[in-house]
DNA sequence: CCCTGATTCGC
DNA sequence: GCGAATCAGG
């Protein structure tokens, strides 16, 4: 064992969840394995998302060893979750007139649609007025690959985004202020960075960071 | 191949 | 309780 499962890692693991990101993708945030992430999760009871398979009975397992596979007729599980909602409610953005009132306190409840972090969809929260920037990294030079075995797939340069199903901040007029958000939406406590984000972008130099992340290395390289 | 999540079971 | 190994569907 080595995580520690902090009540911190668990309440991000919950979010996460919740906010229906892949148990790969929660894995790398938060630095563990996806069978960390899915053992976890249902250990703390969370919903299972419809898994792409179905586990009738569980007969061979040559694990390590100990096979042991007596006799295992089980019914179907019949668990079916047909939760296709596809609905896609975009935040609100009032791209006019915003009354000065950035508190997230007043701000009505999140939607909190289920944004799926689809692979292939950089959609970072939509700055309050510019035009989406569309992070386009990679600008490796091609050529170059002799003794390399890396050489940069360049064909899965993606970004990956919070996608938290929340509005962006109250964009104050007289300024942009960074819509990384921070702690538990819903909460009190939860709210937007705030600070000046960078040209282009909605975050902020340091969320930018965190934000536009190539995701090239999954299984390896964690942090 | 890649991805996904679920389950089992040694630790 | 944890999570690697394994499975299995898309």
Redesign the pocket.
């Given at each position: 064992?080595?995580?520690?499962?902090t009540e911190e890692t668990i309440t991000r693991l919950r979010e996460l969840w919740q906010q229906g990101?892949?148990?790969?993708?929660?894995g790398r945030q938060l630095e563990?394995?996806?069978?960390?992430v899915?053992?976890?999760?249902?250990?703390?009871g969370l919903q299972?998302?419809?898994?792409?398979?179905?586990?009738p009975a569980?007969?061979?397992?040559?694990?390590?060893?100990?096979?042991?596979t007596p006799a295992a007729s089980v019914p179907t599980?019949a668990?079916e979750v047909t939760a296709a909602s596809v609905s896609t409610p975009v935040a609100p953005v009032a791209a006019t007139d915003v009354p000065s009132v950035p508190s997230v306190a007043t701000q009505p409840p999140q939607p909190v649609a289920e944004v799926r972090p689809v692979?292939a969809a950089p959609v970072p929260p939509a700055p309050p007025v510019v035009a989406p920037p569309v992070a386009a990294p990679r600008a490796e030079a091609p050529a170059a690959s002799a003794a390399d075995k890396e050489a940069v797939p360049a064909a899965r340069a993606e970004v990956r985004v919070p996608l938290r199903a929340v509005a962006p901040p109250a964009p104050r007029r007289s300024g942009l202020t960074c819509c990384w958000p921070l702690g538990d939406p819903g909460t009190p406590g939860f709210h937007f960075c705030g600070a000046t984000p960078v040209p282009g972008k909605p975050y902020c130099v340091e969320h930018a960071q965190l934000a536009y992340v190539k995701l090239r290395d999954?299984r390896d390289n964690v942090a």
């Open positions: 064992m080595a995580m520690e499962w990101l892949s148990t790969a993708e929660i563990v394995t996806k069978n960390a899915v053992g976890k999760a249902h250990r703390l299972a998302r419809p898994s792409p398979i179905r586990r569980a007969s061979a397992r040559p694990t390590v060893k100990a096979p042991a599980p668990q692979a999954r």
